[in-house]
Nanobody
Framework: VQLQASGGGLVQAGGSLRLSCAAS????????MGWFRQAPGKEREFVAA????????DYADSVKGRFTISRDNAKNSVTLQMNSLKLEDMAVYYC?????????????????WGQGTLVTVSS
C-alpha cells in the first residue's frame, strides 16, 4: 500500500487548505483512513479519521468544527478540508491507512503511512 499526500503549503491564519491523499491500494474501501500531524519537537498526533464507508468520522478536539475528513472510494482518495487555520495547526500532515475498516485515533492501528505534507500557517 502506498499513500501520497499533497496539498500542503503556506496560508495565513484564518485561511483554508485542502489536503488530499491518494492510495495505491485497491479497493481502498477496505481500509479505515486517518490524518495525523507532527509539529517540530512534538509527537505525532491524531487529527481525523474516517471509516471504510465514509459514514463515521472522528476528530481531535482541537480541530473539531474546523476540519472535515471525507473519502471517495471510487477514486481511492481521502481529503482533509481545513478551515479557520490557526498557528498551532502548523505541522507536517500524514495520511495513514488501517487494515481495520473502522474509525481509529490510535497510531498503532495504522499500518501504512504517506510521506507527509507540510502546512505552514503565518500570522
Amino acid at each position: 500500500v502506498q499513500l501520497q499526500a499533497s496539498g500542503g503549503g503556506l496560508v495565513q491564519a484564518g485561511g483554508s487548505l485542502r489536503l488530499s491523499c491518494a492510495a495505491s491500494v485497491h479497493p481502498a474501501s477496505r481500509y479505515g483512513m486517518g490524518w495525523f500531524r507532527q509539529a517540530p519537537g512534538k509527537e505525532r498526533e491524531f487529527v481525523a479519521a474516517i471509516d471504510w464507508s465514509g459514514r463515521h468520522t472522528d476528530y481531535a478536539d482541537s480541530v473539531k468544527g474546523r476540519f472535515t475528513i471525507s473519502r471517495d472510494n471510487a477514486k481511492n482518495s481521502v481529503t482533509l478540508q481545513m478551515n479557520s487555520l490557526k498557528l498551532e495547526d502548523m505541522a507536517v500532515y500524514y495520511c495513514a491507512a488501517s487494515p481495520s475498516s473502522y474509525v481509529s485515533r490510535y497510531k498503532n492501528a495504522y499500518d501504512y503511512w504517506g510521506q507527509g505534507t507540510l502546512v505552514t500557517v503565518s500570522s
